[in-house]
């Protein structure tokens, strides 16, 4: 056995692991079960396999269906100036969106198995399969969360009035239910006093203003 570092929760971890594909095998008391410990990791993690899979067949499913992805704004900064435009919504995962056609559409998953074909058979902008297997793949990206700015404003706008409070950030984010961690750094608080400011937003009609007088 050996031993590597892992992180987890912000530390680094020093675990014990095997040195050879013969030892692993010895360890799980069977001949090739390091073999298809890698093969099942590729499988089920690597972004040209069932991420692949997942993604192209529930977007294959709202092609025929006609249902479309929740949308959010988006605000980016293009040649100096603030541009917001609609982009699907990062927080509706293939998993969610599917259950949402399938709820509106009364069908069940296996409805659609005409559609495997062509996801097994869809290629990429290079030609190649995009369902394939590929040891040097790693896990598919999740669409990037971007934080418009003007949550991110909002945020600091929150902070400064913390400060005047008198209390510390985490007491702050204890009281709201915020998810904060402890050696959290400044950019990673604002986010998260963001994301807060942003669900707010969406439950209530008040203002943006109005919500940092409450917060």
């Known amino acids: 056995m050996n031993t590597k570092n892992y992180d987890c929760l912000g530390l680094s971890w020093l675990l014990p692991v095997t040195e050879s594909v013969d030892e692993f095998d010895q360890k799980a008391g069977r001949v090739g079960a390091c073999h298809d410990e890698a093969v099942n990791n590729i499988v089920y993690r690597a972004g040209t396999m069932l991420p692949a899979v997942r993604y192209l067949f529930v977007e294959a ?4 269906t006609g249902i479309k992805r929740n949308q959010v704004q988006e605000t980016e900064t293009v040649d100096g100036k603030e541009v917001t435009k609609m982009v699907d919504d990062p927080k509706e995962s293939d998993g969610k969106f599917l259950n949402k056609i399938l709820a509106q559409t009364g069908k069940k998953v296996e409805d659609f198995t005409h559609l495997q074909a062509d996801v097994l058979a869809h290629t990429d902008k290079n030609g ?15 669409k990037k969360d971007t934080m418009p700015k003007r949550y991110l404003d909002g945020a600091g706008l929150v902070l400064i009035k913390i400060k005047a409070k008198n209390i510390t950030v985490h007491q702050w984010a204890h009281k709201k239910g915020v998810a904060l961690a402890a050696d ?8 998260a006093i963001a994301a807060f400011i942003r669900e707010a937003e969406n439950k209530t009609p008040d203002t943006l203003a109005d919500k940092y007088s409450k917060l």
């Not at 499913?61 to 025929?64: R, Y």
């Not at 959290?184 to 986010?191: G, P, R, W």
């Open 61 to 64: 499913i709202a092609k025929e």
């Open 184 to 191: 959290a750094d400044e950019t990673t608080t604002i986010l």
């Open 128 to 142: 190649q399969l995009s369902v394939r297997f590929d040891p040097k793949e790693r896990e598919r990206k999740e």
